[in-house]
């Protein structure tokens, strides 16, 4: 059977193109052999052959929280409803006692 080829066209930004051409060159390959290589392990993996993340994920609800308390924190010093402390024992002495 015939090794058959079929062109792929992808746009991707110049200079994405030419550090990826200059990175596949110095590694001995050429652009198809890369994506041809890359197209490969993604069939084999039966997936990306990495791991893909947002870059910046969603907060967590815990972390939204602790952020809510921490302005609610800030708002109270500054209408006198509770005392900043001055150093970390005092700090601590107060979560000791709660």
């Known amino acids: 059977m015939a ?7 992808v746009n991707v930004p110049t200079d994405v193109k ?9 590694l001995g390959l050429n652009m198809s052999t890369a994506i041809n290589i890359f197209l490969k392990r993604a069939i ?10 947002e870059v910046n994920p969603k907060p967590s609800k815990e972390l939204m929280e602790a952020l809510d308390e921490g302005e ?3 708002k109270d010093i500054k209408n006198g409803k509770r005392k900043p402390y ?13």
């Open 18 to 26: 030419e550090e990826a051409n200059e990175l596949f060159n110095n």
């Open 44 to 53: 084999f993996e039966r997936g990306l052959p990495f791991e893909v993340k």
């Open 3 to 9: 090794n058959l080829t079929s062109a792929i066209n």
């Open 72 to 74: 609610q924190i800030l």
């Open 86 to 98: 001055n150093n970390p024992d005092e700090l601590f002495a107060n979560l000791d006692n709660e």
